[in-house]
């Protein structure tokens, strides 16, 4: 009997140990990165055990292995634990299944799990970016980008992936090679490849890139400096514990074309990962991605300057506006300076997504590229040259594990922040618009640039730096100078509206008044029109007036004396007349004026001072009086706005017949930042020429084109409705083919309704 007990208790013991060796085995490997080996320690442990309480762990393991699924069913079961909820989870797991549930499609659950994340940890990085998300996705769909991928012809059905060419040089790493396995997933060891970029790829000979060192290691993602004599390449090596770190090795090309022994980097560490580089359009700019101390997640892009002599600086992290608590990895950076780079703590679709911005704009933000260049799987390894675009995915329907897609972009988005000032210029006493003020924009008291209002008193100024506080100051002769403070946010494309409001010198009646006292115009000998000089008052009066549409004014013309008399009062008529078409045809109303001749010139008579001698030429002349002093009732009534005039367009193009179209855009622009309340139709037509269907598409693309100009100056989307009615609306009965030039033209045209 006690034998017996002896051997069951020993089973017992074994069996402990045994769980407990699992046990030991899994957290070993997890906290050595391999998660391929802690993910099969855990299983058995679970198995043996029965003890969940590493499920979280497991969980962890397969979503730094892609396996988002898993990862979310673990977090999931780990949760539903009786001595589990979401308060037991860390920020870090939080995130983690948070993005994996979004990457299960599990919109809804995503979200709940971010509202709680952000919630509980506010000040986490992810937690600020996740509330600018719409933020950015409005942004982003401002420039309709449109993605078209096709897989790269040389995937296999091995991880393929990192695709980088300069000049006839290309690479990308495969782990087709089949070497032996590697502990952080399980699969083969990568290698480099390449082939020659300009030849036809259907006959392109792919060959493993040789290379002095140890070939019993990963070697990844690589980058040529800008004379291609120096090879930056991402390859991994053991420290003394035996771990495994990623570094950047350097390697030169001698003047025989021979490669030389690797050289190890200033940046690198034997216990910390440095990886993925990519020099600027200089050569002097390296960019990569490392877990080392002091930064801001699991993994940041950091740049280190690059010396004349090769030699390099203290690497400089890149900061919060692009690293996050989690991985930012994969950088590159193109010709514009624009960084592209891979992320799961920005806002993605789930797993990693390739992000840009501007690096050198300190106001901007990074922005997901969008679908379906990201999908729910990683997306990482943007690369972009000479018009051709590459990135790396493990989404469904590949070859492999991982593989490389080519990528064709049309619209693409743009990084750089720049905002925008509209708005009117008004007059203070009469809300009436102010036209051709100038509208200076200073920064620290420097002019940056200058316009001019329109007659509706509009201005409109682009490319302002966001994140920038300008002045901007508005001079106009008859009114006073006023100035304006303008924060231009930190939000990309922004508007800002200003309505400004200016006070006159004198009030516009005053204007009025002081302008005609004394003011004249003269004319040539027997002629009816004035001269040349008189052409500004004409339009100064004009634009009084209707500023004052409820004054009357008297034009009264003479003559000198000679010729008859009663010719002299027909043509001193004659002059008063011409005068009145003139500000008519300057948008006077026909109702303020009064036209008088007043015949010859009596100096006794028309006088205005004792001792005036006029010449016979200063007798020919025209003076202005006010015959009513009636005061308008409401300066500030509301104006009945008509439908613009239609706009014109050239056979079969969105483009504008003539350049007035344009003064018909401002037009509306103007009316529409007068009144917040109103809205627009815009209803595009075409001709009857070529089949329906295409005249359909064409007609939405021509009101479509006016929308973009109308919102780009500052009108709110939801205020403009599209209505595409094709050939089926004609304003005549060419309803077919068989009609002239001018009948079909006449169709061409986009119409707008206010309501």
């Known amino acids: 009997m006690q034998k017996c007990i002896t051997l069951l208790f020993f089973i017992i013991s074994l069996f402990s140990f045994s769980q407990k060796r699992q046990l030991n085995l899994a957290e070993n490997s997890f906290n050595s990165l391999s998660y391929a080996k802690a993910i099969?320690?855990?299983?058995?442990?679970?198995?043996?055990?029965?003890?969940?309480?590493?499920?979280?762990?497991?969980?962890?393991?397969?979503?730094?292995?892609?396996?988002?699924?898993?990862?979310?069913?673990?977090?999931?079961?780990?949760?539903?634990?009786?001595?589990?909820?979401?308060?037991?989870?860390?920020?870090?797991?939080?995130?983690?299944?948070?993005?994996?549930?979004?990457?299960?499609?599990?919109?809804?659950?995503?979200?709940?799990?971010?509202?709680?994340?952000?919630?509980?940890?506010?000040?986490?990085?992810?937690?600020?970016?996740?509330?600018?998300?719409?933020?950015?996705?409005?942004?982003?769909?401002?420039?309709?980008?449109?993605?078209?991928?096709?897989?790269?012809?040389?995937?296999?059905?091995?991880?393929?992936?990192?695709?980088?060419?300069?000049?006839?040089?290309?690479?990308?790493?495969?782990?087709?090679?089949?070497?032996?396995?590697?502990?952080?997933?399980?699969?083969?060891?990568?290698?480099?490849?390449?082939?020659?970029?300009?030849?036809?790829?259907?006959?392109?000979?792919?060959?493993?890139?040789?290379?002095?060192?140890?070939?019993?290691?990963?070697?990844?993602?690589?980058?040529?400096?800008?004379?291609?004599?120096?090879?930056?390449?991402?390859?991994?090596?053991?420290?003394?514990?035996?771990?495994?770190?990623?570094?950047?090795?350097?390697?030169?090309?001698?003047?025989?074309?021979?490669?030389?022994?690797?050289?190890?980097?200033?940046?690198?560490?034997?216990?910390?990962?440095?990886?993925?580089?990519?020099?600027?359009?200089?050569?002097?700019?390296?960019?990569?991605?490392?877990?080392?101390?002091?930064?801001?997640?699991?993994s940041d892009i950091y740049r280190v300057d690059i010396n004349a002599d090769s030699s390099l600086e203290e690497p400089i992290n890149l900061g919060p506006k692009i690293n996050t608590a989690s991985r930012e990895s994969f950088p590159f950076i193109d010709d514009d300076d624009s960084l592209y780079f891979a992320s799961d703590g920005h806002p993605s679709y789930g797993g990693l997504d390739i992000f840009g911005i501007a690096i050198n704009d300190p106001s901007a933000m990074a922005i997901n590229l969008g679908k379906p260049l990201n999908t729910?799987?990683?997306?990482?390894?943007?690369?972009?040259?000479?018009?051709?675009?590459?990135?790396?995915?493990?989404?469904?329907?590949?070859?492999?594990?991982?593989?490389?897609?080519?990528?064709?972009?049309?619209?693409?988005?743009?990084?750089?922040?720049?905002?925008?000032?509209?708005?009117?210029?008004?007059?203070?006493?009469?809300?009436?618009?102010?036209?051709?003020?100038?509208?200076?924009?200073?920064?620290?008291?420097?002019?940056?640039?200058?316009?001019?209002?329109?007659?509706?008193?509009?201005?409109?100024?682009?490319?302002?730096?966001?994140?920038?506080?300008?002045?901007?100051?508005?001079?106009?002769?008859?009114?006073?100078?006023?100035?304006?403070?303008?924060?231009?946010?930190?939000?990309?494309?922004?508007?800002?509206?200003?309505?400004?409001?200016?006070?006159?010198?004198?009030?516009?009646?005053?204007?009025?008044?002081?302008?005609?006292?004394?003011?004249?115009?003269?004319?040539?000998?027997?002629?009816?029109?004035?001269?040349?000089?008189?052409?500004?008052?004409?339009?100064?009066?004009a634009a009084l007036l209707k500023q004052n549409s409820d004054k009357k004014i008297e034009i009264k013309s003479y003559t000198d004396t000679k010729g008859p008399e009663n010719y002299n009062l027909w043509l001193s008529q004659q002059r008063s007349n011409y005068i009145l078409n003139q500000l008519v045809q300057l948008g006077v109303s026909q109702s303020q004026l009064v036209s008088t001749g007043m015949g010859e010139f009596n100096p006794s008579r028309d006088c205005e001072t004792p001792d005036c001698l006029y010449s016979k030429a200063e007798q020919r002349r025209t003076i202005f009086s006010l015959i009513s002093e009636q005061k308008s009732e409401d300066l500030h009534r509301t104006v009945e706005i008509t439908n613009p005039e239609p706009v014109r367009f050239a056979f079969e193009s969105t483009g504008f017949m003539t350049l007035s179209e344009k003064q018909t855009i401002n037009e509306i622009v103007s009316s529409m930042i007068s009144d917040k309340t109103l809205k627009i139709k815009i209803i595009g037509h075409t001709d009857a020429i070529g089949p329906s269907q295409y005249n359909y598409e064409l007609s939405r693309q021509r009101a479509e084109k006016i929308k973009k100009m109308i919102v780009k100056l500052g009108i709110s989307e939801n205020r403009i409705q599209i209505i595409p009615k094709g050939e089926t609306q004609p304003l005549n009965n060419c309803a077919n083919e068989n009609c002239s030039i001018e009948q079909h033209r006449l169709n061409r045209r986009v119409e707008f309704e206010y309501y």
């Open 40 to 298: 099969k320690h855990y299983q058995k442990y679970i198995k043996k055990s029965g003890d969940s309480i590493v499920l979280n762990k497991l969980a962890v393991s397969h979503y730094k292995l892609g396996n988002y699924n898993n990862a979310y069913q673990y977090f999931n079961l780990w949760e539903l634990l009786d001595e589990n909820d979401l308060s037991s989870f860390s920020a870090e797991e939080l995130y983690l299944y948070a993005s994996s549930a979004l990457n299960s499609e599990s919109a809804d659950r995503y979200i709940s799990l971010m509202n709680y994340f952000v919630k509980q940890h506010p000040t986490d990085s992810r937690a600020s970016f996740y509330k600018r998300r719409s933020l950015l996705e409005t942004y982003r769909s401002k420039f309709n980008t449109q993605y078209t991928l096709t897989p790269f012809e040389l995937n296999s059905k091995y991880s393929d992936f990192g695709f980088y060419a300069q000049n006839d040089k290309s690479f990308f790493v495969s782990k087709r090679a089949k070497t032996k396995l590697d502990s952080w997933s399980g699969n083969y060891f990568s290698s480099l490849y390449n082939y020659n970029f300009n030849e036809d790829i259907s006959k392109s000979r792919v060959v493993k890139f040789r290379l002095n060192g140890d070939g019993k290691s990963h070697r990844s993602t690589s980058a040529l400096n800008s004379t291609g004599d120096q090879l930056y390449l991402t390859q991994s090596t053991q420290n003394a514990e035996g771990n495994s770190y990623l570094q950047i090795i350097r390697y030169s090309l001698d003047n025989k074309g021979k490669w030389s022994n690797p050289e190890s980097l200033s940046i690198n560490g034997n216990d910390y990962n440095t990886a993925h580089p990519s020099i600027d359009k200089s050569g002097s700019i390296l960019y990569f991605s490392s877990d080392r101390p002091g930064g801001y997640g699991q």
């Open 376 to 541: 729910e799987k990683d997306d990482f390894a943007y690369f972009s040259a000479e018009g051709k675009t590459y990135i790396s995915s493990n989404r469904e329907g590949g070859q492999g594990s991982d593989d490389i897609y080519k990528v064709k972009i049309e619209n693409p988005i743009e990084f750089n922040c720049f905002g925008s000032i509209s708005g009117l210029v008004i007059n203070q006493q009469t809300g009436k618009p102010v036209a051709n003020a100038n509208v200076e924009v200073l920064d620290n008291m420097l002019q940056i640039t200058v316009v001019e209002t329109s007659d509706n008193g509009f201005y409109h100024i682009e490319e302002l730096a966001c994140g920038k506080q300008y002045t901007l100051r508005i001079t106009e002769e008859n009114h006073k100078v006023s100035t304006k403070q303008i924060d231009i946010s930190r939000v990309y494309d922004h508007n800002e509206i200003a309505t400004i409001a200016l006070k006159p010198k004198l009030t516009v009646e005053g204007q009025l008044a002081a302008f005609i006292k004394g003011q004249e115009i003269l004319y040539g000998f027997d002629k009816e029109s004035y001269l040349a000089e008189g052409q500004k008052i004409i339009e100064k009066l």
